[in-house]
């Protein structure tokens, strides 16, 4: 079998040995190729999770915040109230010593 290399020297022809010497770098080429693709490919997959992840990060900490305002409100409320229990109690304390 004769082919014409048409990728460097369109004017030399190759023999069937010189073919198949031809067709395993291009082989190799193709399967880098491949390897490129699916490496880009999986970069863009873990870029668009971390922004994801980034958001869901975001998201949680405004929820953290939020539940920690409470809390504080929760303690400062509770320290309130014990304070007006304190209060009230020592009011029937003094009242029943009188």
Do not use: C, G, H, Y
Request: charged fraction near 45%; avoid cysteine; glycine fraction near 0%.
């Amino acid at each position: 079998m004769v082919a014409q290399k048409t990728l460097f020297n369109d004017d030399q022809i190759m023999n069937e040995k010189d073919l198949k010497k031809e067709v395993k770098p291009l082989e190799k080429l193709k399967s880098l190729d491949d390897k490129i693709s699916a490496a880009i490919e999986r970069v863009k997959t873990l870029k668009e999770e971390k922004a994801v992840m980034e958001r869901r990060l975001r998201d949680l900490e405004e929820l953290l915040n939020e539940k920690n305002q409470e809390i504080e409100q929760l303690r400062s409320e509770k320290n309130l109230i014990k304070s007006q229990l304190e209060s009230l109690l020592n009011e029937i304390e003094n009242l029943d010593m009188d």
